[in-house]
């Protein structure tokens, strides 16, 4: 399934009647270099109906992951001397226009580790060191719910 532009305000069902509804009246839709194309030709899956306008959206090739809470692009590795168990890569928030998503701009960090049982945890920041704090704290977090589960089922079965 093809990401849809989150400045979208239609469901699915409403951009499939207006876009069949605008084929056969002859109505454009604009690319971002501001040149016009009959809707008609395009996909209905390659356009968005934003602020009033059918806006054919950029391709947009790169894979999309959840980090934490913010959609990002995971780019190339980092090469660091620190010895850590941790893996650090460039990524960018993906950020959005009424003609897709924007080209990354790489200005953050992520920090990536692969647990025993191969659990991949990800955290971001603005730099390495932020970002292996927050990586630091969701390990931490996973260890005392990890630790708070077994005192659970150890004292379950004492009774």
């Known amino acids: 399934m093809k990401i849809r532009n989150p400045l979208a305000q ?14 056969e009246t002859g109505t454009i839709a604009y690319k971002e270099d501001r040149h016009s194309v009959p809707l ?3 996909n209905c899956d390659d356009v968005e ?3 009033g ?3 054919v959206q950029n391709k947009f090739n790169p894979k999309i992951q959840q980090v934490r809470d913010r959609k990002m692009i995971i780019g190339s590795l980092i090469k ?5 168990c941790f893996d650090y ?7 959005y226009n009424c003609y897709g998503p924007l080209p990354p701009r790489f200005d953050m ?7 025993s049982k191969g659990k991949e945890l ?5 730099t390495i060191a932020d970002a292996r704090a927050f990586l630091g704290i969701l390990l931490c977090d996973a260890l005392d719910f990890i630790h708070a589960n077994k005192v659970k089922n150890v004292q379950g079965k004492v009774k």
């Not at 469901?11 to 605008?22: C, G, I, P, V």
Request: proline share 0%; glycine share 2%.
């Open 122 to 126: 990800l955290a971001y920041g603005k």
């Open 10 to 23: 239609q469901s699915l069902e409403e951009k499939r009647a207006q876009y069949n509804k605008d084929c």
């Open 80 to 84: 660091h001397n620190e010895r850590t």
């Open 109 to 115: 960090v992520v920090a990536r580790f692969v647990t």
């Open 53 to 55: 306008l059918w806006r």
């Open 89 to 95: 890569y460039n990524a960018a928030f993906v950020t």
């Open 40 to 42: 008609s030709s395009v």
């Open 49 to 51: 109906f934003i602020s």
